[in-house]
């Protein structure tokens, strides 16, 4: 009831950081990836909590520089970003939403229930093979379609 | 200083930084480029764990350095990773065999150090470990195809297990480090996870076909920084930026 107003709150600083996407899949923002774990106010103080997809991910810096860009073009100079390994992220964290994005951008979707039955995300044939455990990048494997005949990326279950 | 504890998280962040340094050699070499970017994907992912280790020992060391200062500015007898990854890559059975021999090491070290009493090392080894399991998924996988494949890549596959097999144990022999560690309750059980290694090796090499080396020598040395001379090769590659250009960055 005493509150102060506070200029930015949780919601706010959300919807802000909704701009920040991955660099590698510039789509989805990092929310609905599960790498934005949280937005802590204290005295002022604005803590962004992010972790990694995986240990080596390229991409981590640059999120982190993008979080930086995207907050101080908004006049917001009193943060900072703290990396937590703890739990470790898991593609449990993707959102419905992010997944939809990703097939929507031509990347299959994880599938906890069965990840040797990929649906093809450019012409939803389930007739697929994996070419490669590995992909373009550490979180994704290459597929194949053999219905379309096209290649693509799915995004492995981590 | 927690000179056992900076000894024990040095010793597996320089096993990741090593591998993944050879690793990285293969990219743009790779004999087909799915395999290229495999080897390079797994390079990053050690590269990332061997960062994550590095950050802690500086802590733990308190000097004010950083995992730069640990990965480019101390020499090969200041190294503590096991002989076995130094190893030149040879051809594509032996960077194989290699990492298997590694892999079925580090599935189960990270799975057991989740249970450390260290707070960092649990979470290091909570986030690697599912790396890790890929990385044998993909590496055992090979040696299967390797060994129960065509006549040339069975004597290829056996030919690097060979020359490989004495650098296999060290990996699993405690170091003063180990031990201290173990005893401490944040360190990993080596006779323990020994046992199961040895399983999935059996396991994985008889589907494969390939014969174990009946000549057990072990060669040691790597985890008190005694090196065979291609760790010197690979860090005047891995350390000449920071030492012609001190401080540099991107």
């Known amino acids: ?158 | 200083m927690n000179e056992n504890l900076f000894n024990y998280t040095i010793q597996q962040a320089d096993n990741c930084l090593i591998l993944g340094q050879r690793l990285g050699e293969w990219c743009g070499h790779g004999p087909v480029l799915e395999q290229d970017i495999a080897m390079t994907n797994i390079s990053l992912d050690l590269i990332g764990q061997a960062r994550m280790l590095y950050q802690y020992a500086a802590e733990i060391q308190g000097e004010g350095k950083t995992e730069d200062d640990l990965a480019y500015l101390r020499d090969a007898w200041d190294f503590k990773n096991v002989l076995l990854l130094e190893q030149p890559n040879g051809d594509f059975a032996k960077t194989i065999l290699r990492q298997f021999l590694f892999d079925s090491f580090n599935c189960y070290f990270y799975e057991e150090l989740m249970n450390s009493n260290d707070e960092t090392l649990a979470a290091i080894a909570a986030k690697s470990h599912k790396e890790a399991l890929y990385h044998i998924k993909w590496s055992g996988d090979w040696v299967i195809r390797l060994g129960d494949g065509t006549g040339e890549s069975n004597a290829r596959a056996q030919t690097a297990l060979n020359e490989l097999w004495p650098y296999s144990e060290e990996v699993i022999t405690p170091s003063e480090a180990d031990e201290a560690a173990l005893e401490s309750g944040y360190g990993v059980d080596l006779m323990a996870l020994s046992e199961r290694r040895k399983a999935k090796i059996s396991e994985v090499f008889e589907e494969a076909t390939l014969k174990i080396p009946e000549n057990q020598y072990n060669h040691s040395g790597g985890k008190t920084g005694r090196h065979t001379e291609h760790l010197g090769y690979i860090l005047a590659d891995l350390q000449f930026l920071q030492r012609a250009y001190p401080g540099n960055e991107w």
């Open chain 1, 1 to 158: 009831m005493n509150k102060t107003i506070q200029p930015f709150n949780h919601s706010t600083i959300f919807e802000l950081l909704e701009k920040v996407t991955d660099p590698e899949i510039p789509v989805i923002p990092i929310r609905d990836l599960g790498i934005l774990r949280g937005v802590e106010i204290e005295n002022d103080l604005i803590n962004i909590i992010i972790t990694p997809t995986y240990s080596g991910c390229p991409a981590m810096m640059e999120i982190e520089k993008n979080i930086n860009n995207t907050l101080k073009s908004e006049g917001i100079e009193n943060f900072k970003i703290t990396t937590i390994l703890s739990p470790p992220w898991t593609t449990e964290w993707m959102t419905e939403d992010g997944k939809r994005k990703l097939k929507e951008y031509g990347i299959a979707p994880p599938n906890p229930t069965n990840e040797d039955d990929i649906q093809c995300p450019n012409c939803g044939s389930q007739n697929t093979n994996l070419v490669s455990q590995f992909g373009s990048t550490a979180c994704k494997s290459l597929f194949k379609c053999d219905d379309c005949l096209e290649p693509f990326d799915y995004f492995k279950c981590h």
